[in-house]
């Protein structure tokens, strides 16, 4: 073997020693045997740790290597020796290695890079000196063609494990494959600082452009969990007989395609407020007339301040009321409670029920005058709750009286209507028989 041929065989093997694509012992692996005497004449070249920069002076050895020629992708690692003339001799193998990077991982013998959406392809060409065929085995996330297909969310760093085997033996190799995203972050549009007071509703409306026109979703954390936020009067708590305080808050907005976010900060300014009164809830009322009705408002004030009461009618200033006969009826009730400043209403039904009695009408018979006689009519009637009655006529009759003519006769109806003050009734039909009495004769002229 001639000298130069030797010199690359030396400097791509220490090439391949340093970043860790050929391993001893060798045998085992089934790729390259170095006799105790080279690897004596190798240790001695001087090596920079990221450069390989190797003169390499032997002058008299004769090395006999023996392994498989092995090609992977579009890289020689060993090409066989043509056999020289014809006499039988070892086989000599030449290694030869291009573009090796000093940044890959240990093993790795190359760095492929794509974009998302680009297609991986990894062609391995492998010669067996032996002429076996050969079987190519590829791990994950390559197919068994060795291709991959690399979609969008595919970012990121693979180490593929390559195997080439005659069936007996199997050489490996590592390629790094890098996918790099290609895409492009959402675009949020600025949203100012916002200032509210306690008690207002907080509405953000973010917006992004996508240069991939990729979905985007918006997220909320911080003050706000969500694009709404009615602002609290506990969100501010300011000290004792303070009431005008203000204190920042941040709600930060991240905006997703999915691949990547963007956020951005918005500060809050909520300043404390006035608070009005909390009235406990309260519940219809219902009574008889002639009882007391007496309201017990409670109320409370988060800012501390005194509260008074106010009620509508038929309730007094204290919300007392003591019915009496004839408040029969409902009444819509509204009580309030004020701080002075602001004020909290509820409302509440008082139905007063009616205690009365309605008048008994004594039973009087059935009348039979005669034409031109006087009917006087006189009723009685009871009452539980000794309340003036008064009488009322309809019908034949509309008084207690009633004079009657010699056109009146017949029969006749009479209702007499009992009332109290209160509006209690009691009626009765009364008939009334008018005989006919005969008149005598009357001149009406002479002649």
């Given at each position: ?9 030396l400097?791509i093997?220490?090439a391949l020693?340093l ?23 190798v240790?001695?070249i001087p ?15 004769i ?5 498989e020629?092995i090609?992977?992708?579009d ?13 039988e ?8 290695v291009?573009?090796?990077?000093q940044?890959?991982p ?9 974009k998302e959406?680009e297609?991986?392809?990894?062609n391995v060409?492998?010669?067996?000196p032996?002429g ?12 068994e ?7 969008r969310?595919?970012v ?11 069936g007996e033996?199997e ?6 494959v890098v996918?790099?995203s ?18 207002d509703?907080i ?22 969990d969500?694009?709404e ?9 300011c ?19 999915g691949?990547?976010?963007v ?28 009882e007391?009705?007496e ?10 301040d ?14 007392k009321?003591?019915?009496k006969?004839?408040?029969?009826g ?16 509820e ?5 007063i ?23 006087t009519?006189?009723?009685?009637a ?5 309340d003036?009655?008064?009488?009322t006529?309809s019908?034949?009759?509309?008084s207690?009286?009633?004079e009657t ?19 209690g009734?009691d ?10 009495v ?8 002479v002649?």
């Amino acid at each position: 073997m001639n000298k130069k041929r030797l010199m690359g065989v030396l400097i791509i093997l220490l090439a391949l020693m340093l970043n860790g694509c050929v391993k001893q012992p060798y045998e085992p692996s089934g790729l390259i045997t170095m006799p105790e005497e080279l690897v004596s004449q190798v240790e001695n070249i001087p090596v920079e740790t990221q450069e390989l920069d190797a003169i390499i002076q032997i002058e008299e050895e004769i090395i006999s290597l023996e392994n498989e020629t092995i090609v992977l992708g579009d890289n020689t690692l060993i090409e066989t020796e043509e056999e020289e003339e014809e006499e039988e001799t070892e086989e000599l193998t030449q290694i030869k290695v291009e573009d090796i990077a000093q940044s890959l991982p240990a093993g790795v013998f190359k760095k492929i890079t794509v974009k998302e959406k680009e297609i991986v392809t990894l062609n391995v060409n492998a010669q067996d000196p032996d002429g076996n065929q050969l079987m190519y085995l590829f791990s994950t996330p390559l197919s068994e063609e060795g291709e991959w297909q690399t979609k969008r969310g595919d970012v990121g760093e693979y180490i593929v494990n390559i195997t080439v085997s005659d069936g007996e033996l199997e050489t490996m190799a590592k390629v790094l494959v890098v996918v790099e995203s290609i895409n492009k972050e959402p675009i949020m549009e600025k949203i100012e600082n916002i200032a509210v007071k306690e008690g207002d509703k907080i509405v953000l409306e973010p917006k992004a452009t996508d240069g991939n026109d990729d979905t985007i979703v918006f997220s909320f954390s911080g003050l706000m969990d969500s694009e709404e936020y009615e602002v609290s009067y506990n969100d501010v708590v300011c000290e004792e007989e303070v009431f005008n305080c203000l204190k920042i808050f941040t709600t930060t907005i991240t905006a997703s395609d999915g691949f990547s976010e963007v956020v951005q900060n918005v500060g809050i300014t909520v300043t404390n407020t006035n608070r009005a009164p909390s009235l406990s809830a309260l519940e219809d009322i219902t009574i008889d007339e002639e009882e007391l009705v007496e309201i017990e408002a409670s109320a409370t004030d988060s800012d501390g301040d005194e509260i008074t009461f106010s009620f509508t009618a038929p309730l007094d200033d204290q919300g007392k009321l003591q019915s009496k006969r004839g408040d029969v009826g409902e009444y819509i009730i509204y009580v309030t409670a004020s701080d002075g400043d602001l004020s909290t209403s509820e409302k509440l039904t008082l139905t007063i029920n009616s205690i009365n009695e309605a008048p008994i009408l004594t039973v009087m018979g059935d009348l039979v005058i005669d034409e031109t006689d006087t009917i006087t009519l006189s009723p009685t009637a009871t009452d539980a709750n000794n309340d003036t009655v008064a009488f009322t006529f309809s019908g034949w009759m509309n008084s207690n009286t009633f004079e009657t003519g010699y056109d009146d006769s017949g029969e006749h109806t009479v209702t007499i209507t009992a009332m109290d003050q209160y509006g209690g009734i009691d009626t009765m039909d009364l008939t009334i028989t008018v005989n006919n009495v005969n008149r005598p004769p009357v001149i009406v002229d002479v002649s």
